[in-house]
């Protein structure tokens, strides 16, 4: 009896948070795959902080800023529309809320479309992930970051699947809150990677 009683504080405080045991586990997830992306921030850092030399990415011959900006501009938009579609499911608009679903996932697509075009075009002109330091270390980031773009993708088409089956509405949203959870955090770590990676200059070192 006491140990129900013990027990009970802590899931009505998360019940009144609106901490479901699955927004719950999407949380532990996000804050265990948060560390990976942190490692691979400080081996970034401190790999090019030791660099004698690193490459200017504002030199066009090296990486192209502008595309990858509109890149970016598209997974913020997708950020949006995510947003769009829960809120439709909690007003029970269940075909906006799979269109806004549909316009987010698209959105996905074109991001990872958009940075295979990349790749191919850096590989062209010779800088393949085994060149050099910065190589190795650009396509770590971005590759794994491309990793839960696709995870995210295909999760959403999940959802998708289920909002256009009639299994979510305004009694039953909770899914589409926890991908937009996952969507969100990756939004968020690609922001961090185009300012690191993108657009803050080499200081301190030479550049080309």
Same mark, same amino acid.
């Given at each position: 009896?006491?140990?129900?009683?013990?027990?009970?504080?802590?899931?009505?405080?998360?019940?009144?948070?609106?901490?479901?045991?699955?927004?719950?586990?999407?949380?532990?997830?996000?804050?265990?795959?948060?560390?990976?992306?942190?490692?691979?921030?400080?081996?970034?850092?401190?790999?090019?902080?030791?660099?004698?030399?690193?490459?200017?990415?504002?030199?066009?011959?090296?990486?192209?800023?502008?595309?990858?900006?509109?890149?970016?501009?598209?997974?913020?938009?997708?950020?949006?529309?995510?947003?769009?579609?829960?809120?439709?499911?909690?007003?029970?608009?269940?075909?906006? @809320? !799979?269109?806004?679903?549909? #316009? *987010?996932?698209?959105? &996905?697509?074109?991001? %990872?479309?958009?940075?295979? $075009?990349?790749?191919?075009?850096?590989?062209?002109?010779?800088?393949?992930?085994?060149?050099?330091?910065? @190589? !190795?270390?650009?396509?770590? #980031? *971005?590759?794994?970051? &491309?990793?839960?773009? %696709?995870?995210?993708?295909? $999760?959403?088409?999940?959802?998708?699947?289920?909002?256009?089956?009639?299994?979510?509405?305004?009694?039953?949203?909770?899914?589409?809150?926890?991908?937009?959870?996952?969507?969100?955090?990756?939004? %968020?770590?690609?922001?961090?990677?185009?300012?690191?990676?993108?657009?803050?200059?080499?200081?301190?070192?030479?550049?080309?």
């Amino acid at each position: 009896m006491s140990e129900a009683l013990a027990v009970r504080p802590g899931r009505d405080a998360r019940r009144a948070l609106g901490m479901t045991p699955g927004k719950f586990a999407m949380w532990a997830f996000l804050a265990s795959d948060g560390m990976g992306f942190v490692g691979l921030f400080a081996a970034y850092i401190a790999t090019r902080l030791h660099a004698d030399w690193w490459p200017d990415p504002n030199n066009p011959a090296v990486l192209n800023v502008d595309l990858t900006a509109l890149n970016t501009f598209i997974l913020v938009c997708s950020s949006v529309t995510m947003v769009y579609a829960l809120q439709a499911c909690r007003e029970d608009r269940i075909r906006a @809320c !799979a269109g806004y679903l549909g #316009l *987010t996932i698209l959105g &996905g697509v074109s991001f %990872l479309g958009i940075q295979v $075009y990349e790749y191919i075009h850096l590989a062209e002109s010779g800088m393949v992930p085994w060149e050099d330091n910065f @190589c !190795a270390t650009f396509y770590s #980031l *971005t590759c794994y970051h &491309g990793l839960h773009v %696709l995870s995210g993708v295909i $999760y959403l088409t999940c959802i998708l699947i289920g909002t256009l089956r009639g299994r979510y509405n305004s009694k039953n949203y909770t899914p589409i809150e926890i991908v937009g959870l996952f969507w969100h955090f990756v939004d %968020l770590v690609w922001i961090l990677l185009f300012t690191f990676i993108y657009l803050l200059r080499p200081l301190g070192v030479e550049s080309f």
